[in-house]
């Protein structure tokens, strides 16, 4: 068994045995992790692995296969309070102004409006798109529209918080300003992250442990204690233990990335 574990906190996420079929097709299998609660972790893998079938069946949004998933004590079957995800693609209503797609979710959940009034303000300004609240999503910037899909996200203020590929769809420049924006919010804010991604770099930057999937169906084959010197800043990308863990991560996964690259679906 292969499992994440910290000391000085508690486990808050127990994935046991987990596997994921559609159909004849086992997408993974055996996975056994564990995160806990105030923890960054990143998972990386060649395309079609099931990274992001993965987080989805964390999030209760696809039941498993086979194996369990447990919240804070309690089997996943369904989405649950307390966990929040952001998406890839942003996720925003286009008809909402930033101010009702920051609040969508609390007003989903039934919270009342001096609740609502008091925490999309805050964090709005939180992940930088003060002034911003009237515009709707056409109007903003890949990178704002990215920031606004993470303050919603934020504003439930969940224990774990999902991110499935969250910086792909914005330029190089803004991905790097968003992933040291992210970890500064997350020091205000300690909780459960767990971070998929297909940048290595990005991997190892953000996370305080990185778990490695290969294999078809694919499985657990690496957990890397990343222990790089906090708070991170750019010079963590110039860090020899940066260059190091990049240099073993892309190994570990240079054939089996390549051979996917090439794959017929």
């Known amino acids: 068994m292969s499992e994440i574990a910290s000391e000085g906190n508690e486990t808050r996420i127990e994935i046991s ?48 296969s086979e194996g369990t998933i447990a919240i ?14 952001v998406f890839q693609h942003f996720g925003l209503f286009p008809w909402k102004t930033v101010r009702h797609n920051v609040g969508y979710g609390l007003k989903l959940a039934g919270a009342p409006k001096t609740e609502i009034d008091e925490k999309v303000p805050y964090y709005t300004k939180l992940v930088g798109l003060e002034g911003f609240e009237d515009s709707y999503p056409y109007q903003l910037s890949g990178g704002m529209q990215q920031r606004c899909g993470l303050a919603r996200a934020l504003a439930m203020e ?24 992210l970890l500064n919010i997350w020091s205000m804010r300690p909780m459960t992250m767990i971070f998929v991604t297909h940048s ?16 078809r169906p694919s499985s657990v084959f690496e957990i890397i204690d990343v222990n790089l010197p906090a708070p991170r800043d750019r010079s963590t990308l110039s860090h020899p233990r940066f260059s190091e863990l990049r240099e073993h991560v892309w190994g570990t996964l240079m054939d089996e990335a390549r051979a996917a690259e090439f794959e017929l679906n």
């Open 200 to 215: 290595i770099e990005e991997a190892v930057l953000m996370g305080d442990r990185v778990v490695v999937l290969r294999g």
């Open 72 to 85: 804070d004590g309690q089997t996943i079957t369904e989405p649950r309070e307390g966990v929040s995800m």
């Open 158 to 181: 969940p224990s774990v918080l999902l991110m499935d590929e969250p910086f792909a769809a914005v330029d190089a420049q803004t991905r790097e300003i968003l992933q040291f924006e």
């Open 17 to 64: 045995g987990v596997g994921k079929r559609y159909g004849n097709l086992q997408v993974f299998k055996d996975v056994n992790l564990t995160f806990n609660e105030r923890e960054i972790v990143t998972i990386v893998g060649p395309s079609g692995c099931g990274k992001t079938t993965l987080l989805r069946c964390i999030d209760g949004l696809l039941p498993v």
